[in-house]
């Protein structure tokens, strides 16, 4: 059993991957199963803390002994994460938000009209983790935060940009494409800090990068 070291700690953690509308049948959307997601829940429960899971378009059976809200599109995830953020302790934002949603979702469904088919206008959607970030800062509260990062190409580089971008705590690079990361059981990643620190996480189940990177959360709280 898991040493109960996060009790007490209220933790949010989102998970899955957002859906923006299109029409009523058709969204953009992104292959994120909700696994890492679910993961860090369930090793979050088993380490005593009181979980909030924020799910977007999942379908793996809820952890047990975590709360779970169920969000669609990036903008609602954003409105329960402000609702929620104000008494967290830790909040895991590992949930794949989309960064553009089409400017207008219609209400009746695109149809082929034998013309060129007609361009998506997309408009940008809001950044959640700096939001959560930004609400840290003005409030200079303890909370911890963390992101995650999927990345293709330049991994280490573009974690390292993408942190100072954001400015978590924490940053979860995980590599993706080529059949990584994106719904399967294992995941590895390097865990870079605002201090500098950088800790890989070797490939294995996706539990046990949790609860790695619940023990780097670990020794950043004050208890
Ligand atoms: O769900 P699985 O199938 O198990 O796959 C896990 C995973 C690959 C989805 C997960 O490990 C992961 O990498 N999640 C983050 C994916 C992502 O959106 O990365 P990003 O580099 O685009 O975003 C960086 C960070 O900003 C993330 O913490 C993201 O939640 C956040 N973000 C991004 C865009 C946005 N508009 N708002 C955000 O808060």
Not at 41 to 50: F, I, K, L
Not at 95 to 122: H, M, N, Q, Y
Not at 196 to 209: F, H, N, Q, S, W
Request: proline share 4%; glycine share 10%; hydrophobic share 45%.
């Amino acid at each position: 059993a898991a040493v109960p070291d996060l009790a007490g700690r209220r933790v949010v953690i989102s998970a899955g991957g957002t859906r923006e509308s299109i029409d009523p049948v058709r969204f953009i959307g992104n292959h994120s199963s909700g696994k890492q997601g679910y993961a860090l829940a369930r090793t979050a429960v088993a380490r005593g803390a009181d979980v909030t899971l924020v799910a977007a378009n999942v379908s793996l059976s809820d952890p047990a002994g975590a709360r779970v809200v169920q969000v669609t599109s990036a903008v609602e995830l954003a409105e329960v994460m402000e609702a929620e953020r104000a008494d967290a302790d830790v909040i895991v934002m590992s949930a794949a938000v989309a960064d553009f949603r089409p400017a207008a979702s219609v209400t009746s469904k695109i149809k082929k009209s034998g013309a060129a088919p007609a361009p998506i206008e997309l408009v940008e959607n809001p950044d959640v983790l700096a939001g959560l970030v930004a609400a840290r800062k003005r409030e200079g509260t303890g909370q911890i935060i963390v992101g995650f990062a999927a990345e293709t190409d330049d991994v280490l580089a573009n974690g390292r940009a993408k942190l100072a971008r954001k400015g978590c705590d924490l940053l979860v690079v995980n590599q993706v494409g080529g059949g990584r990361a994106f719904g399967t059981e294992d995941n590895q990643a390097v865990v870079l800090g605002s201090d500098g620190t950088a800790v890989e996480i070797p490939y294995g189940p996706k539990e046990d990068l949790a609860d790695r990177v619940w023990d780097l959360v670990g020794e950043r709280s004050p208890r």
